[in-house]
């Protein structure tokens, strides 16, 4: 009998308009193009702006667009995965305020939370729901607000995040294509090198946490970066010769944009040359759960049926995994 996979049959997203460029951070902190530039690879981000709008206002026309390209209506969803570290609010979970806003009114759902390997974690959760038979569309959103948790005082995170929001659309497959393989890997011991300090239940808010700016991303870049530099590179490799993948088997990387030199250690690592890896960090920088799927929006165009693409990522947590996927239809 053949093997039913979940592929991803479609991808759609949605970025602010507004774009908070290296030139303009130089008039809020102390840095300046060139050392962003060198150091990260990001040129801009997107920002959204407005009263009362959270990662849902994004996810929203994500997940209108990617219904419209597909052709089906909102009421033939049954599951939303949500991946997120800005939810609209800690409860109830976006995925159903997502759900309501575009009519998904026969789907469950639920938020994951696995910092910036959130989609992928989202992907192989949705993938086993499509396997196992009882679900048959499944939508997987990566959406963050991140300029809603970062100090635009501090350097050090402020040039690296931004906002946006991509989903993409899974249903079984029995073609051979779709998710072939994952690693998904998590190291608690990792926790207070990237966090978010208050907010939780451990530390509620309080006029103190305020005053220490506690509800802002705390990120010990350097540690972090030694971390997602061996780990990303590492469990890249692992997929490929799990999966006897050569560099030449591979089309694609696409890898969680946190920082070019972190995306070129992977890509040196598989052995797979820099014409094959999805990079948009220029011009969105790390909008954390929606890197990856970002990537897939914006070379949707040049994917064949049958490409062979690896996934990987590294975030706060730790967490950190890959997904060896074959891709299910040609362009348009
Ligand atoms: O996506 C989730 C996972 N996150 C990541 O993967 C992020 C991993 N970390 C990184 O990408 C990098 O560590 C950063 C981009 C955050 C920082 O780059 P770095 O090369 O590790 O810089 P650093 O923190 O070691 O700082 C080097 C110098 C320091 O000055 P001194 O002490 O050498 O005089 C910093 O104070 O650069 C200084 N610096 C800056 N200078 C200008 C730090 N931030 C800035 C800035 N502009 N924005």
């Known amino acids: 009998m053949a093997r039913t996979t979940a592929a991803i049959?479609?991808?759609?997203?949605?970025?602010?308009d507004y774009k908070l460029t290296n030139k303009e951070l130089e008039k809020m902190v102390d840095t300046n193009d060139e050392w962003i530039t060198s150091r990260t690879g990001i040129k801009e981000r997107r920002i959204l702006k407005g009263e009362n709008k959270g990662s849902t206002e994004m996810a929203k026309h994500a997940v209108n667009k990617l219904l419209e390209k597909r052709g089906i209506g909102p009421e033939e969803i049954d599951l939303v995965i949500y991946c997120t570290v800005t939810p609209d609010q800690i409860f109830p979970a976006s995925a159903n305020i997502v759900s309501h806003k575009t009519g998904m009114i026969n789907a469950f759902g639920y938020d994951l939370n696995a910092a910036c390997s959130g989609f992928l974690?989202?992907?192989?959760?949705g993938s086993k729901f499509i396997e196992s038979g009882t679900h048959k569309k499944v939508v997987i959103i990566g959406s963050d607000k991140m300029s809603s948790i970062v100090d635009y005082e501090d350097r050090a995170t402020c040039i690296i995040f931004g906002d946006g929001a991509a989903a993409v659309l899974l249903e079984p497959t029995e073609d051979g294509t779709g998710i072939l393989d994952s690693i998904l890997r998590s190291d608690g011991s990792g926790q207070e090198f990237l966090h978010q300090k208050a907010g939780g239940s451990e530390r509620p808010p309080s006029a103190e946490t305020i005053a220490n700016k506690e509800h802002?991303?705390?990120?010990?870049?350097k540690t972090v970066f030694k971390f997602a530099v061996s780990n990303m590179a590492d469990v890249s490799y692992e997929i490929m010769q799990k999966n006897d993948l050569t560099a030449e088997d591979v089309a694609w990387l696409v890898p969680h944009q946190a920082n070019l030199r972190i995306i070129d250690a992977t890509?040196?690592?598989m052995g797979v040359g820099k014409d094959k890896v999805m990079i948009n960090i220029d011009k969105y920088g790390n909008t954390t759960n929606a890197t990856i799927p970002l990537c897939l929006v914006d070379w949707e165009h040049q994917l064949h049926k049958g490409d062979n693409i690896i996934l990987a990522a590294f975030g706060g947590g730790f967490t950190w995994g890959s997904v060896y996927l074959?891709?299910?239809?040609?362009?348009?």
């Not at 049959?9 to 602010?16: D, I």
């Not at 974690?121 to 959760?125: A, H, I, M, W």
């Not at 074959?326 to 348009?332: H, M, V």
């Open 216 to 221: 802002y991303i705390y990120q010990e870049g």
């Open 121 to 125: 974690y989202g992907l192989v959760t």
């Open 326 to 332: 074959k891709w299910a239809y040609d362009p348009a």
């Open 9 to 16: 049959t479609a991808v759609a997203s949605h970025v602010p």
């Open 267 to 269: 890509a040196n690592r």
